[in-house]
């Protein structure tokens, strides 16, 4: 397949051959990272930016890794320590970026539709590294890659996803990488933070967390948003936790080998109990290194990498 795309804005209209293209560049990539020296000449003379307005751990320093590895030169922008405090815009901030000629910006905004916006202003290519509550293309990309690795397939598993359906732009993302490969799809979560129009999407809807996690070969746990809440979805906490948070007696339902997957960041004790984050089915840290190999093919793919990165 020849990949064609600018930008990675969203995995709303990748086609399935476009997704494993991503993942099989992925797998070339991770071969790369098994080696003494990790890098390879790919990217020299390309620039990354990496334009982020909200907080990340995960995303932002695995793209930096990621560009690092492909011999790219990496730029890390923070907003609390750049001009926006003086009132410079979104606009005029990429503008200026743009003008020292990078050939990628990863780009991170609280407002859905941020990195859309920019991609029809600067003739640079633009990643989505979450917007809003809108997509996570990239970690969508990494929760498959994640599970082929862990499983072989995603076609007809039944992956269960629990949580603040409503303000996760990681189930947006998992909806088009996991549905296109044809995983059988469950959305739980209290009633207020799981959306009816996500039925639209063939994922079948709960609200029983037993339902969901029984038989399932994945269980994928969202963080509570509570950043982007702006009315009390639930009691409290603590009654969430008792109703959807995972625990032992609940993930006894699912099958013998199921694993558990989460984004990040993990509010221990809330939606997953301290001892399954870190017991033998957890893929937790498995996602996070899937996640450079990940975004290294975005990069390389997005950045005109020559095949010597193989
Ligand atoms: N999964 C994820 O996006 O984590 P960060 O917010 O730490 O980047």
Known sequence: MEWRRRHVLGLYDFR????????????????????DIKKVPALRGKTVVNLFFEASTRTRTSFEMAGKRLSADVVNFSSSTSSITKGETLLDTARNIEAMKPSVIVIRHAASGAPHFLSRHVSCSIVNAGDGAN??????????????????????RKIAIVGDILHSRVVRSDLHSLGKMGAKLWLCGPATLLPREMGRTGATLTCDIREAVKDADVVIMLRIQLERQKTAYFPS?????????????????????AVIMHPGPINRGIELSD????????????????????????????????????
């Open 237 to 257: 906490l603590r009654e969430y936790s008792r109703m959807y948070g995972l625990n032992r007696s609940v993930f006894s339902l699912a099958k013998e080998d």
């Open 275 to 310: 001892d399954l984050a870190d017991c033998g089915n957890s893929l937790v840290l498995r996602q996070v290194e899937s996640g450079v190999a990940v975004r290294m093919a975005i990069l390389y793919l997005l950045a005109g990498g020559s095949h010597a990165a193989h």
């Open 16 to 35: 399935p051959e476009e997704i494993e293209f991503v993942v099989d560049t992925a797998r070339s990539m991770e071969e790369v990272l098994t080696r």
């Open 135 to 156: 997509e996570h293309p990239t970690q969508g990309l990494l929760d498959l890659y994640t599970i082929l690795k862990a499983k072989g397939s995603v076609a007809g």
